[in-house]
């Protein structure tokens, strides 16, 4: 096993010294390459993943995998080469981008949308980078570019530990190293994602003949081989918490003495998405028959999504027991997780947390197939297992708490802040009337959301496949408290001192959300597309996914506009 590993991590520190005398203009045209390979590969890429999680040929669900897959891949790839080439013309990133103020003094930056397409494919979206306290507007722009505005600098050899359940992870893992610390990967792939390895090997010839990447299979005794291996210098994680501190620590009562002396095992870096429990805060106001329809089946989308193997998937729903509306709500979520498509609960030790769920909430109930858990939280139940572990299988629960307005809204924010595990992601639902009588209210209980991703009507997931924004923990762990992790991923402009990303969507779809283009700008934004095609209820799921893809592959406007009416479809 380890001769294999020695040599790989050895051709890697030769590429780390060619990858130092490359210009930013060459790396850009570099990525145009690897960028060329995804388009060569994505239908290969979307058969692998699928069938790696049970959805045969012609399963509605495919599209999932366009989306989270090679879509995701290209998406980052446009971000980089445009970031590099703005670098290579002596210009910022984001010299072409708005900047304004969020609340506390932070500098927001209008990341998204920031070309015309953009506005049509996510029509009604935008997202923004807020950065930590204290960073000013002309300090953001000057250090956008991270490791690329040095490129000189050598960063030697990281490892990357992919994750096992979304295919573009490990594949946006291993970009984001290497340009915004400079850092050639060997990027250890979980073993779930085995079969997908032939198509990273070609999606990243590029990199790998320039020796700036490799990639290997194995277990748990190739990782700790590696973790602990001389020739690496940091380890980036996508994974649990419990991984996570056994490579910092150990286990067992070797890792409770190194804990107690502050002596981790690791003496290396490291930086870590390690998930959560994500809460959806439901704001009360008043709601049409179709606005509480279409709520519920986004929550269940936020929930079934990848049948639940998402770091992201929301997992609470926070709603107000004094909410005129809210058996009503509550009914029609239940009717949408039940009604929601069969599929395949495929990832490992699910059905173990499904039944762990299940005994610590007997009255629980099993809906659909029977796969799928709701649990109710009543006044005399506990909520602190459905608040404190991520099932990551289909367990949705649901808490109630007091008030109305701003009253509900900042007591929501707390009860997420201080009671649910983790700081990755979090949702917030609220319609237009009632966000615009909030005021500036609302927007500061959304930075009191200590959380590194909000979606504002929305689900965090846009947020993941939208690679312009960062993706990862609410800074302020460490190593002995990880709660979601270290650092960031993604961040295509990469914009150095994130805090957070703020992605808005529509709160109705088209037609009905065509009056939002009548709103105040920055409340409920209009939008004219229908349900969006990622919606787990979506009758054209696959063809869409499938035909946005190809658009950023080849352009084809004939291509655009038949993807566009079957989106219509939806």
Known sequence: MREPLDRAIAELGDGARVWSRLSVDQRAKLLDRVRAAVGTVADEWVDAASASKGLGPGHPLRGEEWMSGPYAALGALDGYIATLTALAEGRSPLDRVGLGVAPGGRTRVKAFPTVGMDRILLSGFSGELWLEPGVSADEARAEAGLGQRTPGEEAGVGLVLG???ITSIPFLDVLYELLAFNRVSILKVNPTQDAVVPVFERALAPLIELGFVRIVRGGGDVGAYLTQHPGIGHVHITGSAVTFDAIVWGTGEEAATRKAAGTP????????????????IVVPGAWTEADLRFQAQHIVTMRLHNSGHNCIAGQVVIVSRDWPQRDRFLSELRKAYAAAPERPVWYPRADEKLQAAEEAYPDAQRLGDGTRLLVEITGTEDPTAVETTEYFAPVLGVVTLSGTGQEFLDTAVAHANDELTGTLGANVLIDPATEAALGSGFEKAIADLRYGGIAINAWTGVVFATPILSWGAFPGATLEDVQSGLGVVHNTLLVDRVERSVMRGPFR??????????????????????????????????????????????????????????????
């Open 265 to 280: 095992k690791l003496t290396v870096p490291i930086t870590a998405e390690l998930g959560g429990v994500a809460p959806i």
């Open 163 to 165: 994750a096992g359940n």
């Open 509 to 570: 779809p088209f037609p009905r959300g065509a009056a939002g283009f009548l709103q105040p700008r920055g409340l409920a934004q209009g939008t004219i597309l229908p349900k969006p095609p990622y919606f787990v209820d979506s009758r054209t799921n696959t063809e869409v996914a499938a035909g946005l893809t190809r658009w950023h592959i080849g352009h084809s406007v004939p291509g655009l506009v038949a993807t566009l009416t079957k989106a219509m479809k939806s």
